[in-house]
């Protein structure tokens, strides 16, 4: 009891996200835990709501592929292996709780809010992950003037 042992971060490579991340290394540290990295691309005919009339793949290409980049460079920053950077597509709170429970997580880190508004005191992706969630969920409250 006490203990995590898989500790997932959701990172949303977000200029205030530093909080977020040095709180996750440092929970993993504290317990001698796992450290994953989720990171989830929506897809773009989810982010703008259906139909889009132009051919999105190549788009889609390059978003993957400077996502790709900054996982790992976020990874190598944690000392997180590749094998535990997760790249997922989808609806980003529904991929959030499907990795923690395929990968026996324990604890998931993400932020107070994100890119979906700073007016809110909990984002939509903290918000549906902690209603949704039956494991532990730290939101780190993240605020305009903190580094
Ligand atoms: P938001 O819903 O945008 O307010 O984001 C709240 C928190 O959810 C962020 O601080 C991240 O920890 C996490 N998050 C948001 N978007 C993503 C994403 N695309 N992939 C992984 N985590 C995310």
Redesign the pocket.
């Known amino acids: 009891m006490g203990q995590y042992h898989h500790i997932l971060l959701?990172?949303?490579f977000?200029a205030e996200?530093a909080q977020?991340e040095q709180r996750a290394a440092a929970l993993r540290d504290t317990f001698g835990a796992s450290l994953s990295i989720?990171?989830?691309m929506?897809p773009i005919s989810i982010a703008y709501g259906g139909e889009f009339p132009v051919d999105l793949g190549d788009l889609h290409k390059e978003l993957e592929k400077q996502a790709q980049t900054q996982l790992r460079e976020l990874g190598q920053k944690l000392n997180v292996p590749q094998e535990r950077q997760f790249l997922e597509v989808g609806i980003?709170e529904k991929e959030?709780l499907r990795v923690a429970e395929e990968n026996g997580v324990d604890l998931i880190v993400?932020?107070?809010?994100?890119?979906?508004?700073l007016a809110l005191l909990l984002?939509?992706?903290?918000n549906a992950v902690l209603h949704h969630a039956n494991i532990d969920v730290l939101a780190v409250r993240?605020n305009k003037d903190s580094k």
């Open positions: 959701a990172a949303d977000n996200s977020v989720i990171h989830v929506e980003t959030i993400l932020g107070s809010h994100g890119r979906h508004g984002g939509s992706t903290a993240l």
